[in-house]
């Protein structure tokens, strides 16, 4: 089992920024790869970011290159995500995940966190 847990969403105004924290525990050491997903309301969950937790390479959504960074703590078990010039249309639930091998489907990830809302004002 691996348990996630999120943390740093909230209310920012259209061009500020965020920084998300997922703090894993548990048989982490069989789920190499952390991922991102985002949910908006009436919207399916979507790719947004992923890394291998032993390499340096990192994936993301089209939408979100440049501006958000997806990095990791060894020592505190913890994946971030760097979110900067954020836009209103990036309001969503995001949440954290952990799979075996790095996809962009939702449905190749096995553990997920509870989620933490990010609000965008205009």
């Known amino acids: 089992q691996v348990q996630l847990v999120e943390s740093g969403g909230g209310l920012v105004q259209a061009g500020g920024s965020l920084r998300l924290s997922c703090a894993a525990s548990?048989?982490?050491?069989?789920?190499?790869?952390r991922g991102w997903f985002r949910q908006a309301p009436g919207k399916e969950r979507e790719f947004v970011a992923a890394?291998?937790?032993?390499?340096?390479?990192?994936y993301y959504a089209d939408s979100v290159k440049g501006r958000f960074t997806i990095s990791r703590d060894d020592a505190k078990n913890t994946v971030y995500l760097q979110m900067n010039s954020l836009k209103p249309e990036d309001t969503a639930v995001y949440y954290c995940a952990a799979s075996r091998k790095l996809g962009r489907a939702s449905t190749e990830y096995d553990y997920w966190g509870q989620g933490t809302q990010v609000t965008v004002s205009s």
């Open positions: 548990g048989r982490t050491f069989s789920r190499s790869v």
């Open positions: 890394m291998y937790w032993s390499e340096a390479t990192t």
